[in-house]
Each structure stands twice: as structure tokens, then as C-alpha cells.
């Protein structure tokens, strides 16, 4: 009877072990995944800022050569999973957006003007907008 128990208990042991060890490399293929899917965001944030002034200088020349390399860029980091943040009109929100300044208006917290784009990557926000918001008096 006693070895009975021993080896039952032993089984228990090992099923657990067992359990434990998936549980393990499911989350080490999960950590490998986010980790593959966020590798480039220090790569991606500094374009954002040559693609800043790319934009900056196509309000000012309005040069067609100039706006096809903005669209190509843009492709590229969109293919890699990047999305503006589309707030105008919207209501402020921390988590996407930086007030800069307000201006009085009828809505309280709502975003009246972007100043900086701000941009996700694949649901998670790497850059925050930088924006204007409506103070309701």
C-alpha cells in the first residue's frame, strides 16, 4: 500500500513539473513574440523625427519629388505596423496625448489642435501627441 501512495505521489510530481514546464515555454514563446514585434521602436521613434521635418519642409516648398519620398517612407513604417493617432476633435486622452496649452472654448478636454503627431505601433503608443485642448470657462 505504501508504495502504492509513493508512486501516485510521484505522478502528481511529475504532472505538475510537466504542466509547469508548458506553462514555461508558452510564455517564452509569447516573450519571444513581443519581443520580435517591439525590436525596432527605438529605430522607428528616430524617423519619426526626420519624418517630422520632412513634413515640416513639404508645408513650406510643396515639392512633388519631395512628397514622393514622405508617401514611401510613410509605406514603410505603416508595413512595419505603425499608425498616426487620430485625434483632432476628439476627447484628451493621457495616454495618446500631451497638452502643450488651452484655449477657452464651448467643450472641456477636447483636442482642438495637434502640434505633433503621435503614433502607435501595432497597439501600443511609442510616441504621444503633442496637442491643443479646448478649457471650458
Known sequence: ???QEELEELKNKYLRALADYQNLE????????????YANVGLIR??????DDLEKAQD????????????????????EGLEELELEG?????AQAEVISTEP???????????????????KVIRVAKVVVWQKL
Do not use: C, R
Request: proline share 2%; net charge positive; aromatic share 6%.
Open 60 to 79: 513650406h516648398i510643396k515639392d512633388e519629388g519631395l512628397e514622393l519620398v514622405l508617401a514611401k517612407l510613410k509605406k514603410i513604417l505603416a508595413d
Open 90 to 94: 476628439k476627447e484628451y486622452d493621457p
Open 105 to 123: 472654448g464651448q467643450e472641456n478636454n477636447k483636442i482642438i489642435k495637434v502640434l505633433q503627431k503621435g503614433y502607435k505601433l501595432k497597439d
Open 26 to 37: 508558452k510564455q517564452t514563446a509569447n516573450w519571444k513574440e513581443e519581443f520580435s514585434q
Open 46 to 51: 528616430k524617423l519619426l523625427e526626420v519624418l
Open 1 to 3: 500500500m505504501k508504495k
